[in-house]
T-cell receptor, first 119, second 112 residues
């Protein structure tokens, strides 16, 4: 049973370029989340999907950010016109809902993250 | 406004002793709380959780205590081991939302 995977693990880009990250959740998990973590802070919620529907978006998710989960499996997070303030670790997590056990719905399992550096 | 606070940035404990990590929250709508452990260059790893209908949950060496009236929870690790050295994050959720709100973390160092 594989965990959550993210690709790439590291990305260095120049200001103004577009970047796209991919997340593959745990295979049976129907919920997928994106978080961002900067140095000295805890992860901050960006958005989440249940199957292919995007159900919540944080106000941190500016219009330069877009996330998709086209077939309810993997997800992509795109940042357009990157800025130096976008430099952070981008974390993906997944969880399983619909089992009748609220515990499993709340417990999110994280991938290793994609570290973005904008120069 | 920080809704989940971990006021101790770091903690050092001798191997074999108890580690106590603390967390306070301000949002009374939170009803489920989780602890995560994070090693450098890895994502957070789920450790243990507790629902607001309980005041204690235990899993092996790890116990989480919840004091709803004080809006405070703590994670106890007994006995502490060098492999427990990591950053520990407290997280909370509730009010029909599934997003987790994290504290800033406490770096635990267990000294052999």
């Amino acid at each position: 049973d594989t965990g959550v995977s993210q690709d790439p693990r590291h990305k260095i880009t120049k200001r103004g370029q577009n970047v796209t990250f991919r997340c593959d959740p745990i295979s049976e998990h129907n919920r997928l989340y994106w978080y961002r973590q900067t140095l000295g802070q805890g992860p901050e919620f960006l958005t989440y999907f249940q199957n292919e529907a995007q159900l919540e978006k944080s106000r941190l998710l500016s219009d330069r950010f877009s996330a998709e989960r086209p077939k309810g499996s993997f997800s992509t997070l795109e940042i357009q016109r990157t800025e130096q303030g976008d430099s952070a670790m981008y974390l993906c997590a997944s969880s399983l809902s619909g089992t009748g056990n609220p515990r499993t719905a709340y417990e999110q399992y994280f991938g290793p993250g994609t570290r973005l550096t904008v120069t | 406004d920080q809704q989940v606070k971990q006021n101790s940035p770091s903690l050092s404990v001798q191997e074999g002793r108890i580690s106590i990590l603390n967390c306070d929250y301000t949002n009374s709508m939170f009803d489920y709380f989780l602890w995560y452990k994070k090693y450098p260059a890895e994502g957070p790893t789920f450790l243990i959780s507790i629902s607001s209908i309980k005041d204690k949950n235990e899993d092996g060496r790890f116990t989480v205590f919840l004091n709803k009236s004080a809006k405070h929870l703590s994670l106890h690790i007994v006995p502490s081991q060098p492999g427990d050295s990591a950053v520990y994050f407290c997280a909370a959720t509730g009010a029909g939302s599934y997003q987790l709100t994290f504290g800033k973390g406490t770096k635990l160092s267990v000294i052999p």
